[in-house]
């Protein structure tokens, strides 16, 4: 990669600098904490990482942090994995997601928009009082600290209000959308034995109507844990037998009661895409969420009370868990519940018009849609009020990063960031006080050691390596549910570089300290932002009677965008007709998602293996992306190496 220093796209003024409340918070930790007052990002950065305890300190003083028992010492334990941050504090995040209804009562905390595009607000009055009543009822129904709550909801009011009732109690929340399947749910919250269900009827997508209740009824039968089912009629249909309507639930004028928890303690599970079997569930802290999220969104996303915050995401992705703590620092977060490209591709834009989002955050995917369609975001619609536009799911190409530089405002800060749901939260990305260059994320994150290492742990510059964490972050997982031992957990992360966390993806560190992600070093697939494992289109794809076995992979292309290829081995006799394609493809739609039908289906002779029988995906990936195959592969480790001929011979044709 060149070292030398091309002209920004994009480059703040020195108002904005000025104003950006990054650049008070150097100042002020300067003052207070001994932070570098000159040098810019890049030397608050170093002292962050430097001084690891001393900067996670500051920052809660800077966001006024409520412990309700103080804390011994900033990191008790700094190994990883197993961190142990702020010990002996007890806080509670419900509390500081609705610290805004004290002083703005009757200003929108939620925008909700629905597929007619019209903008319901509510109240942050009205929120925290839905919150208070329901975690009364949560309490009711014998809802105790570290018991699960699950909602199969789309992205409306009612799933936040669920969350933060959840988080007031001290119960852990965990949620999938309505789109997926019965059994990708299952392989979730079986895992985790939640004790109420959250549901809707049904759901609203591309302008159509989607009835759920058959998926709600098989989900009850199937959660022998749940004490009740609480019903939500998004289509108006009457709550099915034995379940709690939510309107009686939530009809109360009742102050929230917040369970002053450890730091430590679960806010909430979130999953992996379970590419070798069930998804990981991962459990994230109420105390390292909180700090995190308001570092990013409060430091790194400059959002505040007069901003308002609309990211394309559903329940199902972290990315809506992070709208969701845009409450944290007073800002009013936009909820859409319907399909990005509803009546036409310019949806998302015209929802961020409509609310006057200040940040807009969509997928790069998106952001390539609409080149190719051809809209013109600034000519049809009055986008004055977004000031950043920000993209992630997937690395954000060259030329998505100039449509939008010239397609939207030449003035406009484009935020490319990168992270994970193993953090729920972004390692590298924005940052209001540096410049933009085209395809590069800004720079790495604060309190975040990030490195570019090669096989041997030596870091790299300006060349491509694994993506490594070198010291912990607060919202890294506790641990991951049934993982007794930690052994999974350790495996996940910390298995290529003992004590470092390695994440899965090949980036670049510029000399100019910006960052480039090229993508998964891994197999996951991910669609729209939407991760999904191997596994989950395996087990249902082979349902199917003629398909012996198959083979998914995802590609990043060149030009954005993204080709997922399902390769099918088939048994003696079955054809690959147009009647087998439309099973397989509705098959994946019905039981998975609607995202992760392949974009081709190819019939292979057979589909390789590791010596161990394990499908080899990254490998073949690797050869789709030309590769060659002695360097794509270990041939000693194959269980048949002449298969690989197959799909380094399509890479070929392909090329």
Request: with cysteine; hydrophobic share 40%.
């Amino acid at each position: 990669m060149p070292t030398e220093n091309p002209q920004p796209l994009w480059q703040p003024d020195s108002e904005r600098i000025a104003r950006a409340r990054i650049t008070r918070f150097q100042a002020w930790a300067a003052e207070h904490h001994g932070a570098p007052a000159d040098g810019g990002y890049a030397a608050l950065h170093r002292w962050s990482v430097d001084e690891l305890d001393t900067f996670w300190k500051a920052l809660t003083e800077w966001f006024d942090v409520r412990f309700s028992s103080p804390y011994a010492r900033v990191l008790g334990d700094r190994s990883m994995p197993g961190a142990q941050w702020f010990p002996g504090a007890t806080l509670n995040y419900a509390e500081h997601a609705l610290r805004a209804a004290g002083s703005r009562a009757d200003e929108p905390a939620l925008l909700y928009v629905d597929e007619t595009h019209e903008v319901r607000p509510v109240t942050w009055a009205e929120l925290r009082r839905q919150v208070g009543s329901l975690a009364a009822e949560l309490r009711a129904l014998g809802v105790r600290p570290g018991d699960r709550v699950s909602g199969y909801l789309p992205n409306i009011p009612q799933a936040v209000v669920a969350l933060l009732a959840t988080a007031a109690v001290g119960a852990v929340w965990t949620s999938c959308a309505p789109d997926f399947g019965a059994r990708s749910v299952l392989d979730r919250f079986q895992q985790v034995e939640p004790v109420v269900l959250f549901t809707v009827d049904g759901y609203r997508y591309g302008g159509k109507e989607h009835d759920r209740r058959d998926v709600v009824a098989e989900l009850r039968g199937e959660l022998p844990t749940l004490r009740a089912v609480v019903h939500i009629p998004l289509l108006g249909t009457d709550a099915p037998e034995g379940a709690l309507e939510w309107s009686a639930l939530t009809s109360a004028d009742v102050e929230p009661v917040f369970e002053e928890v450890p730091f430590e303690h679960p806010l909430w599970v979130l999953y992996s895409s379970g590419t070798t079997g069930l998804p990981k569930a991962i459990v994230q802290s109420q105390g390292g969420i909180l700090v995190e999220h308001l570092k990013q969104l409060g430091l790194h996303c400059d959002l505040g009370p007069e901003d308002r915050f609309f990211w394309y995401t559903s329940t199902g992705w972290m990315m809506w868990n992070f709208l969701v703590s845009g409450l944290l620092t007073g800002t009013t977060i936009v909820l859409y519940d319907g399909s990005p490209g509803y009546p036409d591709t310019g949806a998302q834009w015209r929802v961020a018009e409509r609310t006057g989002a200040t940040l807009y955050g969509t997928s790069a995917a998106y952001v390539m849609a609409c080149r190719k369609a051809g809209v013109h975001p600034s000519r049809d619609f009055d986008l004055s009020r977004v000031q950043c536009v920000a993209t992630t799911g997937s690395p954000l190409p060259p030329d998505g990063f100039q449509w939008l530089h010239d397609e939207v405002r030449d003035d406009l800060w484009i935020a490319s960031v990168s992270g994970g749901t193993d953090v729920c939260s972004c390692f590298a990305g924005a940052v209001p006080t540096l410049p933009v260059h085209i395809g590069e994320l800004q720079a790495p994150s604060l309190g975040t050691d990030l490195q570019s290492w090669d096989p041997s742990g030596r870091p790299l510059v300006d060349e491509v390596g694994e993506l490594v964490v070198t010291n912990p972050m607060p919202s890294m997982p506790i641990h991951f549910w049934n993982d007794p031992d930690g052994s999974r957990y350790h495996d996940s992360y910390f298995d290529m570089y003992p004590g470092v966390w390695r994440h899965g993806d090949w980036i670049t560190l510029t000399s100019r300290g910006s960052v480039v992600i090229h993508g998964r070093s891994d197999s996951t697939l991910n669609r729209q932002g939407v991760r999904m494992g191997s596994a989950d289109i395996y087990e249902a794809v082979e349902r199917l009677p003629e398909i012996k076995e198959s083979l998914v992979v995802g590609i990043e292309q060149p030009d954005g965008g993204y080709w997922m290829p399902l390769f099918v081995h088939l048994i003696p006799g079955a054809v690959l007709d147009d009647d087998l394609l439309d099973r397989i493809k509705r098959t994946i739609r019905e039981q998975l998602s609607p995202r992760h039908v392949p974009d081709e289906v190819i019939e292979v002779p057979g589909v390789p293996h590791t010596l161990t029988g394990k499908r080899i995906e990254v490998p073949v990936k690797r050869l789709l992306q030309g590769t060659p195959l002695e360097k794509a592969v270990n041939p000693g480790s194959i269980d048949d190496l002449d298969l690989l001929r197959f799909y380094e011979d399509l890479a070929c044709k392909r090329a």
